[in-house]
T-cell receptor
């Protein structure tokens, strides 16, 4: 059983749509990260959360510690948002990390 | 402020050779993490280091792999006697204490 489950695995959206990617985990965490991996392989860290909600531009990340669940939202999606989005949990005071399998997002113009 | 630097970006080795991957963290960052992404698979944690200390190496294969982060210079991930299964993208990230991690561009290792 994976410690981190993401859904959906693949997502295709029309430009402008509101997008939600979900992440559920099964262990106690110190923090949860959302990463973006571009088609060329480069990785960008989007958010690090331990509670509540964070917003950066068109991206919003929320976490519910009691339900062990986090969501990443993209408002007014754009083709340049096409990438793989990866949920990562940090456990054991942040020393170890478990990765979700990623959600591959394609935004069509 | 330069980002996380990794070199080489691409490395080709024959089976049995050694591979050395380097990671220079962002200025002011003393925490370095190494991850491996096997072809068609997700990222996996390998090792977490602070200057001169290995904090957690639970994700490192027990044999042939080692990592260091000396007081001066980059962090090094060393793979001895490489095998075809070591072919992967190796990413390094750095942080200031245990905060947001900044990723390097990765080193693509190909073992022939």
């Amino acid at each position: 059983k994976n410690e981190v489950e993401q859904s959906p695995q693949n997502l295709t959206a029309q430009e402008g749509e509101f997008i939600t990617i979900n992440c559920s985990y099964s262990v106690g965490i110190s923090a949860l990260h959302w990463l973006q991996q571009h088609p060329g392989g480069g990785i960008v860290s989007l958010f690090m959360l331990s509670s509540g909600k964070k917003k950066h531009g068109r991206l919003i990340a929320t976490i519910n510690i009691q339900e062990k669940h986090s969501s990443l939202h993209i408002t007014a999606s754009h083709p340049r948002d096409s990438a793989v989005y990866i949920c990562v949990i940090g456990v054991n005071t942040g020393n170890q990390f478990y990765f979700g399998t990623g959600t591959s997002l394609t935004v069509i113009p | 402020n330069a980002g996380v630097m990794q070199n080489p970006r691409h490395l080709v080795r024959r089976r049995g050779q050694e591979a050395r991957l380097r990671c220079s963290p962002m200025k002011g960052h003393s925490h370095v993490y190494w991850y491996r992404q096997l072809p068609e698979e997700g990222l996996k944690f390998m090792v977490y280091l602070q200057k001169e200390n290995i904090i957690d190496e639970s994700g490192m294969p027990k044999e042939r792999f080692s990592a260091e982060f000396p007081k001066e210079g980059p962090s090094i991930l060393r793979i001895q006697q490489v095998v075809r299964g070591d072919s992967a993208a190796y990413f390094c990230a750095s942080s200031f204490f245990q905060e947001t991690q900044y990723f390097g561009p990765g080193t693509r290792l190909l073992v022939l």
